[in-house]
């Protein structure tokens, strides 16, 4: 029907007759000439129709926004005045000779260069209209390409595209899962994935050796701002590797992505341990573009009687941490209130700070409502432990080491962007050597992945000091965010026992939740692991959106339903009843 | 943790020090040697370990089938004698120098080799264990590669892969949906999609312009024997094309595939119409692989008094068919009855036959139970149309037009069969120019597609004679299965409502159901068209499975449940009081 798409044509097609299938953009009379911005996915055109062409100017006299056409015509060159160095097209223009009117359009809910005046539930109501815009086009191009380059590198190295069920049991991640009543099976419910994790280690036992898939996962969580019910992860699983080789193969993905995507140079990621990583950023997804350091202290606030600090600095599990921000002496009292109730969220009971002053001539150019707390010694020690020099200023968190990590770590992100310190760079790492386990607050453990990740230990060490044992778990983060992550598993019998019982997970109950697996593991398991990447947010940071559902064709709101489709919506008895199900009474009773 | 995969080692690796990993496939001790098959994915290779290696050799003896092992040692040729050219592998053997048990396993609950003596439930409980056979891997290596080659064919040409919700509303196809209970909007359910169909509609309005999806579909039917309730469809749609150009497309793609995962050229594809199919082939997906053809008779019967021939041939609505089976005239008598009986199953009353022999001496020789009903020259007249040969048999099919097309359709591909006839070729064709509408036992009309489908007359034509109206579709078939499906959808308002009121859809009914999709065709929907193909089906016809459980690593039994996880399953209390459901008491009450 066409010859070129519209947003291709440039001055190489100068004295060409084209034709042309799109949308009318803008529509414009100027001089007794009608001129016509058409769109299709490759970009925009500007077609002119004279009074010349009788029967075409006619019909394009009659057209309006968001009409369909076919258009056939000669590419010229626009005159000098009117070249648009803006448009990918502007320096050329096609005559229209020929226009068909392949479809009319009502008014528009809203004009496409005007969608920022509605709100976003009309524009999730009219989702096929605000996919029209150039933004939400570049970003589903842009995700399909991306999900291109993973599957290419994925498939270079070896790996096995394999579909796993949707239709399927509880998985071990804990969150809520959805449910489907099964009609054959009355009383009985499948459960939606909430990931593929059981069904690749059974792949393994099977010895497909390398697995991938981009796979629909399902959560049924009270949303928060980037989250979907159902979202999409990159999951991938390999047999007979350790943890330096599947970050290997997965950091390969993810740099050949950027460079074919978006022709970016990631380089080699730098690797970094929980520990430090809680150390020096008080986070476990460090985010590396932002120069601030947290720095203990705790060893110079020992010598110190002011009792905020030397109390924390005296307790083995508090920490006193100093953060030092580049220029900061500049802020404001009215910005230091407002971040010490910014650390507040976190339970920190204030923000101690000092501004850093003509240091050379000693501590009488801090200014600081804590130094008379402390000896000018210690102060002279803590500038130099921090590297301050003037204009700086640091502030300090003191309290249960967890507390100040996250009120601090969170400060430093805040901050730095505040103060424009982000470098404007993509800053990937990836983060190992998890603790194994957490405390609970009743003093059991709990596992800070799922229980099918394989310890760093013996199973006799493992049990013998919980608290200590480090897991084979690894994070990849970049510019501060969980890319993906992933575990060498559990393929032994023995660990996978010495696990349940520091869990305090009776056998039975492993057998009730996860008997298929345990069982699968008895009959030859290879060592193996593998990695999930959550794809929504990778293509949220690869096309720069602000929300997750920029990058989805058809998201849900926060309240789980989609306004288009007006999904979820009520269902007539009879389909109830073959489900062997009926509605709560006490609430909705529309489909009774 | 390896230098090569077992079952790429070949003579030119002979000399090599290598390590592998795998499962022990097969052990056997022979002159005081240990002979170990080692598999992994890629194939199997032989490890021969002699009482040299003290330690290994040790290790070896203890090892028994399907334990995981890691092995060092060098290839070396085999001995003229032992070579083995049933195995990739068989010119060469490894060393073996040292050993180390990954993983034990217990003795498996059927040996691999040994799979048709247990029940399939068995091997589904063992799913894990099934897929270790090499034709199951074999199965899903060639599925992975399969939809690769889709995938890379259609970018090729300039789709996007673009993903629709699984969490969605009822979808037009008609068949029973599975349902999700959601907990935020007590009382409604989502539907899970029977197909993309309306998302893929609102993408082309977005302008998207190409887009495919392999993509879950589910319906919750009672399973037929070849059906799942979760299936994968290759989803396609386009803007501003007609029927051939995205024919054309899918030709390129299905004939792409075949080239690079089966070395095959399938040429180009045949098209016939719908009436020719049903003419010629009694099928809607004619086996062209299976020489015979239906011919009708009807003007021959209406010249004899035999009234079963001549009251169908004088019926408008009925038929008279001869079908030629060259070298038929073998058949026995049993041979017969057991095709009278199977086309009775169709609703045929009977089996007319004739036996052709020394043709060249007229009728003398034809053997036949109906002959004496017919005179000589309609005989003769009969014989000539339908080119018969001595030794040939022809059988007849009579009454209504619609049963002597299926009985005699599937007769043919029986016979096709029985008779070995069946061309060891691939052989697809397009069948085009589908009626609009079927008519209903009450005189109603229904699509034969969905109501989205678009005629190839105007909508005046469409209402004033709706039994002729033909549609827009096209199916794709091969070896007489039906590989895919589409049509030019409807685009323009006044044929959607012309198509509705054939229906008998009120245009309340349609707002109820597909409103958001009516509502989107207003504001601007280019013409648009699309296909979807059956993926598991696909890869049945290009691996030669016998079942679609074959092809799919985790599939459903006819029950829909999963007995690998034992899926589905009950639910607690709590659960069931959060979605705001309760199960129906007559029934089970298990989780209540």
Chains 1, 2 share one sequence.
């Not at 796979?215 to 999951?235: S, V, Y």
């Not at 341990?273 to 997804?285: N, V």
């Not at 492993?510 to 298929?516: L, N, P, V, Y």
């Not at 309240?559 to 009879?574: H, I, L, N, W």
């Amino acid at each position: 029907m066409r010859s070129h798409l519209c947003g291709v044509l440039r001055s190489e097609h100068i004295d060409q007759t084209v034709t042309l299938c799109g949308w009318v953009d803008r529509r414009r009379d100027h001089g007794g000439v009608i001129f016509l911005d058409v769109r299709d996915r490759a970009g925009i055109v500007q077609v002119v129709f004279d009074p010349d062409t009788v029967e075409a100017f006619a019909l394009a006299d009659r057209v309006r926004s968001e009409y369909v056409l076919k258009i056939t015509g000669r590419v010229r060159a626009r005159t000098d005045a009117t070249i648009n160095p803006n448009m990918a097209t502007g320096q050329i223009e096609v005559l229209g000779k020929e226009l068909v009117i392949l479809n009319q359009a009502e008014t528009p809910p809203f004009q496409l260069d005007e969608h920022t005046s509605v709100s976003e539930e009309v524009r999730l109501h009219y989702r096929y209209m605000d996919l029209r815009r150039t933004e939400m086009q570049q970003k589903l191009v842009l995700r399909s390409k991306i999900t291109s380059a993973v599957r290419a590198s994925l498939e270079d190295q070896g790996f096995l595209d394999i579909e796993t069920p949707i239709l399927t049991r509880a998985t071990p991640e804990g969150a809520r899962d959805y449910l489907v009543p099964s009609r054959t099976h009355p009383g009985q419910f499948f459960a939606l994935p909430q990931s593929p994790q059981l069904f690749k280690q059974l792949l393994m036992v099977s010895g497909f050796d390398r697995y991938y898939q981009i796979a629909k996962c399902f959560r049924d969580e009270d949303l928060r701002a980037d989250r979907q019910p159902e979202f999409t992860q990159i999951d991938i699983e390999a047999s007979f590797i350790d943890e330096s080789d599947i970050m290997g193969i997965t950091e390969t993905m993810i740099r050949e992505l950027f460079s074919s995507v978006l022709n970016v140079d990631l380089g080699d990621f730098p690797r970094m341990t929980y520990a430090d990583a809680m150390e020096r950023f008080g986070s476990d997804k460090p985010d590396l573009r932002i120069p601030y350091e947290l720095v203990s202290v705790d060893d110079l606030m020992q010598q110190v009687d002011f009792k905020v600090f030397r109390a924390p600095a005296d307790d083995p599990e508090g920490r006193v941490a100093a953060l030092k921000i580049d220029g900061g002496a500049q802020l404001s009292r009215k910005a230091i209130d407002d971040y010490t109730d910014f650390v507040g969220i976190y339970g920190a009971k204030g923000l101690a700070w000092v501004k850093v002053n003509q240091l050379a001539e000693g501590v009488s150019g801090l200014q600081s409502p804590i130094l008379k707390f402390m000896p000018d010694e210690i102060v002279m020690s803590l500038m130099e432990r921090i590297d301050a020099k003037d204009g700086d200023i640091v502030f300090f968190g003191a309290g249960k080491r967890q507390m100040v990590e996250e009120s601090m770590g969170a400060l430093r992100i805040k901050v730095g962007h505040d103060m424009g310190a982000v470098a404007a760079r993509w800053a990937p790492l990836w983060v190992v050597d998890f603790p194994m386990f957490e405390k609970a607050g009743d003093g059991s453990w709990t596992a800070l992945h799922h229980p099918f990740t394989s310890p760093s230990c013996t199973p006799e060490e493992l049990e013998a000091n919980p608290g200590q044992a480090l897991s084979r778990a690894y994070d990849m983060v970049l510019n501060g965010t969980e890319l993906g992550g992933g575990s060498i598993r559990i393929h032994d019998q023995a660990m996978q026992r010495a696990v349940f019982r520091v869990l305090g997970i009776e056998a039975e109950e492993a057998e009730e939740k996860f008997g298929f697996l345990l069982q699968a593991l008895k009959f030859g398991a290879p060592p193996h692991g593998g990695l999930a990447f959550g794809l929504d947010r990778l293509v949220m940071l690869m096309t720069g959106a602000q929300s997750i559902r920029d990058v989805i064709a058809f998201p849900k709101t926060q309240s789980a339903a989609c306004v288009m489709t007006d999904a979820p919506g009520t269902v007539d008895a009879k389909a109830l009843r073959e489900l062997n199900i009926r509605l709560r009474e006490q609430k909705a009773q529309s489909a009774e």
